[in-house]
Nanobody, 121 residues
Framework: QVQLVESGGGLVQAGGSLRLSCAVSGRILNGYALGWFRQTPGKEREFVAAITWGGGSTSYADSVKGRFTISRDVYRNTIFLQMNGLKPEDTAVYYC??????????????WGRGTQVTVSS
């Protein structure tokens, strides 16, 4: 059973930065991809960024392009989300997950508890 544990969230002022981490238990094969998602109350969880485990190819939602950077550490089985230029609309609970399909960015593993990011104006 794969477990995903997110961390690194917090309260930051607009324009600030945070770095999120997602530790993954179990083996990750090169053909896998992982991503970050976020959710605010009353809204569906939305895709933020994704990375392929083997080659490190990346993909971003338009709303975060140029501000967020996803990366991975294959030795620590961890993915990261560096968030710069944070805006109040980035406030959400952030989750990581495996992707079932790179084109659709559909997640498929059980969700972790997430990490809260709050951006004050």
């Amino acid at each position: 059973q794969v477990q995903l544990v997110e961390s690194g969230g917090g309260l930051v002022q607009a324009g600030g930065s945070l770095r999120l981490s997602c530790a993954v238990s179990g083996r990750i094969l090169n053909g896998y991809a992982l991503g970050w998602f976020r959710q605010t109350p009353g809204k569906e969880r939305e895709f933020v960024a994704a990375i392929t485990w083997g080659g490190g190819s990346t993909s971003y939602a338009d709303s975060v392009k140029g501000r967020f950077t996803i990366s991975r550490d294959v030795y620590r089985n961890t993915i990261f989300l560096q968030m710069n230029g944070l805006k109040p609309e980035d406030t959400a609970v952030y989750y990581c997950n495996f992707l079932n399909d790179w084109r659709t960015k559909k997640p498929y593993a059980d969700w972790g508890r997430g990490t809260q990011v709050t951006v004050s104006s």
